[in-house]
């Protein structure tokens, strides 16, 4: 005799800003009426070498390898959402440290071959959760905070929250791609 309880497959995105130093990743509930609650929001930071003897290419390597890592323990993801910067560092050690990062994502998307990735620029992630191109790091904070006020999970601390609450913008981003809605209908 068949079981009259249907399984009901949860969808979940990661959306990610992602960083060589610190990565903010964010899991929400994708729902067939937009998004759920928010699953785990956390910041990864890569530890600096304190060594003067250690090259930095081996620091580079160990430090891509950490993030690598620790974002494949993220699992049951149906969609990947990223905030990939146009490339316009500071500085020579800014730019490396974004080709880190880019470099980091490539692997991962190459490894999760079966889970559509998509990328929005740290300005629509801003004007998505801000209604700003250029919404400072505190009111980023500021309207996560609002649009998940019902999360008591997220960090005290300012440098951590600053990156979830950009991984949150990137979600906002792309709510409406067409890979969320056809995760939404099934």
């Known amino acids: 005799m068949e079981s009259a309880v249907q399984t009901v497959k949860m ?6 800003d992602i960083g060589y130093a610190n ?3 964010v899991v929400i509930d994708i729902t067939p009426s937009g998004y ?30 950490e993030l690598y890592v620790w974002l494949k323990t993220f699992f049951g993801i149906s969609v990947v959402g990223v905030e990939l910067p146009h490339g316009g560092g500071k500085s020579a050690k800014a730019v490396r440290a974004m080709a880190y990062a880019t470099a980091v994502v490539a692997c991962l998307e ?18 998505a959760l ?4 250029r919404a400072s790091k505190e009111d980023m904070v500021e309207a996560a905070r609002v649009r998940y006020s019902t ?24 709510k409406d791609d067409q890979i969320l809605r056809m995760l939404r209908n099934g």
């Open 23 to 25: 990565t903010g990743a």
């Open 36 to 65: 759920g609650g928010i699953v785990s929001a956390e910041c990864f930071t890569t530890k600096p070498v304190k060594s003067k003897t250690m090259r930095y290419a081996v620091s580079a390597v160990r430090g891509c390898k």
């Open 11 to 16: 969808n979940r995105g990661l959306f990610l």
């Open 110 to 127: 190459a490894t999760w071959k079966d889970i559509p990735f998509v990328y929005v620029s740290p300005e629509d992630a801003k004007f």
């Open 130 to 133: 801000c209604g700003s191109k």
């Open 151 to 174: 999360y008591g999970g997220f960090p005290e601390a300012k440098n951590k929250m600053e990156h979830i609450a950009d991984a949150i913008g990137v979600s906002e981003a792309i």
